[in-house]
C-alpha cells in the first residue's frame, strides 16, 4: 500500500502521465493514466494512477460512460467534484460523436470566388490579398489574409503565398484581391503579380487556377481574360 501513496510529483517526470502526454501525445497513454489527467488529484491514501486503475477494474470505459453521478460517487475516492469531471467528459465524447463536419466551399467559377469573398472586402479601405488553398477537388481547405497594402499598392511576394500552400498540403490555390476604387481592371502590377505566382506555382507544383480581383459589384477574372 505504500505504492499508493507516492504523490505524482515524486515519481520521475518522464513517467507523469500529464509529461508524457506533453511528450509524446495522448495515443501513447493508458485508459487509467488518461483518467487520472482527468481527475487530476487522488487522496491522501492513494494517489490518483492507483484511483484510476481502481476505477477501470470496477468499470471499463464502456460502462463508465453511461453511469449516473449519483453512481459514480458510490466509487470511493470520487466525490462530486471528479464524478462531475467525468461525466462532463464523457459527454464531450458524445456530442462530437453527432457533430457533422461542415462542408467546405467547392470553386468552380470566378463567380464562386466573389460570391465567397465579396461580402468581407466591399467595405474595405485598403487593398487585400486574400488566398485560397484547395484541395484536389478543388474545395476550399484554408482562407488566409496574405497582406494588406494601401489604396493603391499591394506588394505580395511568392513566397509568403507558397508558404501557407505547402503548409495546408493544397493542390491548387486561388488568389484574389480588391480594387477600394470600385473598378475591378487589373492594373500593369497587379498582371506581374499574376505571372510571377503562375511561374512559381509551376516550378513548386501546386496550380494558381486564378486571381480574381473584386470591385464595387463587380469582379475580374485574369484566368477569363486570359493572363493564366
Do not use: W
Request: hydrophobic residues 35%; proline residues 4%; neutral net charge.
Amino acid at each position: 500500500m505504500q505504492e499508493d501513496k507516492i504523490r505524482i510529483l515524486d515519481m520521475q517526470k518522464e513517467d507523469r502521465p500529464r509529461e508524457r502526454l506533453v511528450k509524446k501525445g495522448p495515443a501513447s497513454l493508458s485508459d487509467s493514466e488518461l483518467l487520472a489527467i482527468i481527475l487530476r488529484t487522488g487522496s491522501r491514501k492513494e494517489n490518483v494512477l492507483n484511483l484510476s486503475h481502481r476505477i477501470l477494474n470496477q468499470y471499463n470505459l464502456k460502462q463508465l460512460s453511461r453511469i449516473n453521478l449519483t453512481q459514480l460517487m458510490k466509487v470511493h475516492g470520487i466525490k462530486e467534484g471528479k464524478a462531475a469531471q467525468i461525466s462532463a467528459c464523457f459527454e464531450i465524447a458524445r456530442r462530437l460523436e453527432s457533430c457533422t463536419e461542415e462542408a467546405k466551399p467547392k470553386i468552380n467559377s470566378p463567380e464562386d470566388v466573389y460570391r465567397l469573398i465579396y461580402p468581407r472586402l466591399r467595405e474595405e479601405k485598403k487593398e487585400m490579398f486574400i488566398e485560397l488553398c484547395l484541395d484536389t477537388k478543388n474545395q476550399v481547405i484554408k482562407e488566409e489574409t496574405i497582406s494588406i497594402g494601401s489604396l493603391n499598392a499591394n506588394v505580395v511576394h511568392p513566397r509568403e503565398v507558397f508558404k501557407m500552400a505547402l503548409a495546408e498540403s493544397a493542390a491548387h490555390i486561388i488568389v484574389a484581391h480588391n480594387h477600394p476604387s470600385g473598378d475591378p481592371a487589373p492594373s500593369r502590377e497587379d498582371i506581374e503579380i499574376t505571372k510571377k505566382l503562375v511561374e512559381t506555382g509551376s516550378i513548386m507544383g501546386i496550380t494558381v487556377l486564378d486571381h480574381i480581383i473584386i470591385g464595387d459589384g463587380r469582379h475580374f477574372s485574369m484566368k477569363e481574360a486570359g493572363h493564366i
